[in-house]
């Protein structure tokens, strides 16, 4: 009976409980809905909308704005701005901005969708540019903002939803104790990412516009604009220098103050300087590329000690690893580090070799802190170690030239070793080797961002692989070759001979770098080479080759045939059939000034290695290129 009472008790309080459950639940859906329709918003209309504020001013009713522009408004349920929309003089929409807010009302993006024809400039005449604002009824604009809500991406979309061309805004603040300076960095590229050119907005404390530098694609100045304000006369001196910083224009034009809602400072300065002339210094020095480097070589010996031989030719290989920097001597910052050496040597007059892995420690000295005319993407070196080897010890020094391919980690050159060996053939002997090869390399860790900087619009949105193919196939020179062998040496021309040509391709790209007047540019090969036997009873000489190296262009320094006609030094590594080889020669090439056609002419010289011998032999070549880069810009112009 007592168990009785008290279940029943129980189930008392659990349907006051309940009730209490359901009213509450009734009573503040009640509540959500009255407030729901107290916050429902009906259009307001205002003369002024900052779209990176998020502000609106000068509420009004529709009345007022006969044959004025104005905006009108609609907020969401939650009393956030949903929509803006622009209308012209006669009533007519322009543009719309559409906003998405998150969820505690802080932050937002937006898209704007454009009513009318025109031009982007519209929206803001500092950002945007001529170049690239082209906008049609229907078009769309997808924007992504920083924190404090001004564009980092604006991707222009048409009608069908197809991206047509797109903005990238990078922001930096420059301070000292007198001024402190903002710059905007606005690029603009086409839908397949090519660069169309850049302008630099110089604002003095956030608000006044001080210069505007405009650049083309290839990041070459083409015009300046300057504004001195004098606000006791309430007028602006508007300069406009040329490429070249000749004064083209200047005239006065009224006074304009910045808008209220603009952006000042709201960081401490810093340790920049900004000199007289707006000309903005350099804040931080980066002394490397990266703080660490990895790279991997491999290549053949060409030269050897007295007791070893080249009967054989085995490649040798290492690994080279250091952080950068990390020791200095006398005022010169050196990096110590670690490099691991593999070898198959044999030894003369012996059917033995050395064989084996090496260990040393290897200090390097960057030639670029020297020599500062060397390309910051550009890495040459000198490289001193010592250590272990299988059976001795040993001095290595090597030398490296190599190019970094920003803002990838990744890092590709020529390397060159020597070996010195001693107790390595038997004890107190010394011998060694040296050689050539090729090195694939990484950067590990944090990359300079000043090095960087010119990429981040690619590597930002993930465009990177995507723009460097797109480089790659859009701006090389194709060129396809027959190859004539006119020398064999002994070893070959004993057993073999040339009836017919060889036929080939050469990829000249353009990844490139500038040293001085000379240029380099990356260069690929493919040989398909066949010798006949002379006996018949030996099988045919044949394979093909794929080479890898660099074209060293000295048009700049040999003026004879101007741009037309384009003088070069080729050197390549890679392989043969038979080993590893090498190339070098030179290269004339012919240019037609309204085609995209070349011919190119060269002399060659072929070596690698064949059984157990260093041999090749010499051609003269010719062959027909297509440029894609000046194919791609006559498609463009039709």
């Given at each position: 009976m007592?168990?009785?009472i008290?279940?029943?008790?129980?189930?008392?309080?659990?349907?006051?409980l309940?009730?209490?459950?359901?009213?509450?639940f009734?009573?503040?859906?009640?509540?959500?809905?009255?407030?729901?329709?107290?916050?429902?918003?009906?259009?307001?209309?205002?003369?002024?909308?900052?779209p990176?504020?998020?502000?609106?001013?000068?509420?009004?009713?529709r009345?007022?704005?006969?044959s004025?522009?104005?905006?009108e408004?609609?907020?969401n349920?939650?009393g956030?701005?949903?929509?803006?929309?622009k209308y012209?003089?006669?009533?007519n929409?322009?543009?719309?901005?559409?906003?998405l807010?998150?969820?505690?009302g802080?932050?937002?993006?937006?898209?704007?969708?454009?009513?009318?024809?025109g031009?982007?400039?519209?929206?803001?005449?500092?950002?945007?540019?001529h170049?690239l604002?082209?906008?049609?009824?229907?078009w769309?604009?997808?924007?992504?903002?920083?924190k404090?809500?001004?564009?980092?991406?604006?991707?222009?979309?048409?009608?069908?939803g197809?991206?047509?061309?797109?903005?990238r805004?990078?922001y930096?603040k420059?301070?000292?104790?007198?001024?402190?300076?903002?710059?905007?960095?606005?690029s603009?590229?086409?839908?397949?990412?090519?660069?169309?050119?850049?302008?630099?907005?110089?604002?003095?404390?956030?608000?006044?516009?001080?210069?505007?530098?405009?650049?083309?694609?290839?990041?070459?100045?083409?015009?300046?604009?300057?504004y001195?304000?004098?606000?006791?006369k309430?007028e602006?001196?508007?300069?406009?220098?040329d490429?070249?910083?000749?004064e083209?224009?200047?005239?006065?034009i009224?006074?304009s103050?910045?808008?209220?809602?603009?952006?000042r400072f709201?960081?401490?300065?810093?340790?920049?300087?900004?000199?007289?002339?707006?000309?903005?210094?350099k804040?931080?020095?980066?002394?490397?590329?990266?703080?660490?480097?990895?790279?991997?070589?491999?290549?053949?010996p060409l030269?050897?000690?007295?007791?070893?031989?080249?009967?054989?030719?085995?490649?040798?290989?290492?690994?080279?690893f250091?952080?950068?920097?990390?020791m200095?001597?006398?005022?010169?910052?050196?990096?110590?580090?670690?490099?691991?050496i593999?070898?198959?040597i044999?030894?003369?007059?012996?059917?033995?070799?050395i064989?084996?892995?090496?260990?040393?420690?290897?200090?390097?000295?960057?030639l670029?802190?020297?020599?500062?005319?060397?390309?910051?993407?550009?890495e040459?070196?000198l490289?001193l170690?010592?250590?272990?080897?299988?059976?001795?010890?040993?001095?290595?020094?090597?030398?490296?030239?190599?190019?970094?391919?920003?803002?990838?980690?990744?890092?590709?050159?020529?390397?060159?070793n020597?070996?010195?060996a001693?107790?390595?053939?038997?004890?107190?002997?010394?011998?060694?080797?040296?050689?050539?090869?090729?090195?694939?390399?990484a950067?590990?860790?944090e990359?300079n961002?000043?090095?960087?900087?010119?990429?981040?619009?690619?590597?930002?949105d993930?465009?990177?692989?995507f723009?460097?193919?797109?480089?790659?196939?859009?701006?090389?020179?194709?060129?396809?070759i027959?190859?004539?062998?006119?020398i064999?040496?002994?070893?070959?021309d004993?057993?073999?001979?040339?009836?017919?040509?060889?036929?080939g391709?050469?990829?000249r790209?353009?990844?490139?770098?500038?040293?001085?007047?000379?240029?380099?540019?990356?260069?690929?090969?493919?040989?398909?080479?066949?010798?006949?036997?002379?006996?018949?009873?030996?099988?045919?000489?044949?394979?093909?080759?794929?080479l890898?190296?660099?074209?060293?262009?000295?048009?700049n320094?040999?003026?004879?045939?101007?741009?037309?006609?384009?003088?070069?030094?080729?050197?390549?590594?890679?392989?043969?059939?038979?080993g590893?080889?090498?190339?070098?020669?030179?290269?004339?090439?012919y240019?037609?000034?309204?085609?995209?056609?070349?011919?190119?002419t060269?002399?060659?010289y072929y070596?690698?290695?064949?059984d157990?011998?260093?041999?090749?032999?010499?051609s003269?070549g010719?062959?027909?290129?297509?440029?894609f880069?000046?194919?791609?810009?006559?498609?463009?112009n039709?």
């Open positions: 007592g168990n009785s008290k279940y029943n008790n129980y189930w008392i309080i659990y349907i006051f309940f009730s209490l459950f359901f009213f509450d009734s009573f503040s859906q009640k509540i959500k809905k009255k407030k729901k329709l107290k916050t429902a918003s009906k259009p307001q209309y205002f003369s002024y909308w900052n990176y504020r998020r502000v609106l001013e000068g509420k009004e009713s009345d007022f704005f006969i004025k522009e104005f905006y408004s609609k907020k349920k939650n956030k701005i949903k929509f803006v929309t012209d003089t006669n009533g929409k322009v543009d719309t901005w559409n906003l807010w998150d969820r505690e802080k932050r937002s993006e937006y898209s704007i969708y454009f009513h009318q024809n031009r982007i400039t519209r929206l803001d005449s500092l950002l945007f540019s170049k604002s082209e906008v049609k009824k229907g769309t604009a997808k924007v992504k903002s920083r404090d809500g001004r564009p980092l991406r604006f991707d222009i979309y048409d009608a069908s197809i991206r047509y061309y797109f903005y805004f990078h930096n420059r301070s000292d104790k007198l001024l402190s300076m903002e710059t905007i960095q606005c603009y590229f086409r839908d397949d990412s090519t660069l169309v050119g850049r302008h630099i907005l110089f604002m003095e404390n956030g608000e006044w516009l001080r210069e505007i530098h405009f650049k083309n694609a290839d990041n070459k100045k083409e015009k300046i604009i300057k001195d304000v004098n606000l006791e309430e602006t001196v508007k300069t406009v220098l490429g070249d910083g000749r083209v224009e200047s005239r006065i009224q006074l103050y910045p808008d209220k809602f603009s952006y709201e960081w401490k300065p810093d340790t920049i300087m900004i000199v007289e002339n707006i000309t903005i210094e804040d931080t020095s980066y002394e490397y590329i990266s703080p660490v480097f990895l790279s991997y070589w491999s290549g053949f030269v050897y000690g007295s007791a070893l031989s080249n009967e054989e030719i085995f490649p040798y290989s290492g690994f080279f250091a952080p950068r920097g990390n200095s001597f006398r005022g010169n910052e050196y990096s110590l580090g670690l490099e691991l593999s070898y198959k044999p030894i003369s007059l012996s059917d033995e070799y064989d084996g892995i090496g260990l040393f420690a290897a200090v390097q000295y960057n670029n802190h020297t020599f500062k005319w060397i390309p910051d993407n550009i040459a070196a490289r170690g010592g250590g272990m080897l299988q059976f001795g010890n040993g001095l290595s020094f090597s030398t490296s030239f190599g190019y970094h391919f920003l803002p990838t980690r990744y890092y590709m050159g020529i390397y060159a020597s070996i010195l001693f107790d390595e053939v038997e004890n107190g002997k010394t011998t060694g080797w040296a050689g050539l090869g090729f090195s694939l390399g950067n590990l860790g990359l961002p000043e090095l960087i900087k010119s990429y981040k619009d690619f590597w930002e993930d465009l990177l692989f723009s460097y193919l797109k480089k790659l196939f859009t701006k090389s020179e194709l060129i396809y027959k190859d004539k062998p006119i064999l040496e002994d070893n070959l004993d057993f073999y001979t040339s009836n017919s040509g060889l036929n391709l050469k990829i790209t353009p990844f490139s770098a500038k040293i001085g007047i000379i240029d380099f540019n990356l260069l690929m090969s493919y040989l398909d080479y066949f010798f006949d036997s002379k006996t018949g009873r030996d099988p045919n000489f044949k394979g093909q080759a794929i890898l190296g660099i074209d060293i262009n000295f048009n320094l040999i003026k004879f045939g101007g741009k037309q006609i384009s003088k070069s030094l080729v050197l390549e590594f890679g392989s043969f059939h038979s590893l080889g090498l190339t070098t020669g030179f290269d004339i090439d240019y037609f000034s309204k085609i995209p056609i070349n011919i190119n060269y002399g060659k070596g690698f290695s064949n157990q011998v260093f041999t090749g032999w010499f003269l010719i062959g027909i290129g297509i440029d880069e000046k194919l791609s810009s006559k498609e463009k039709k």
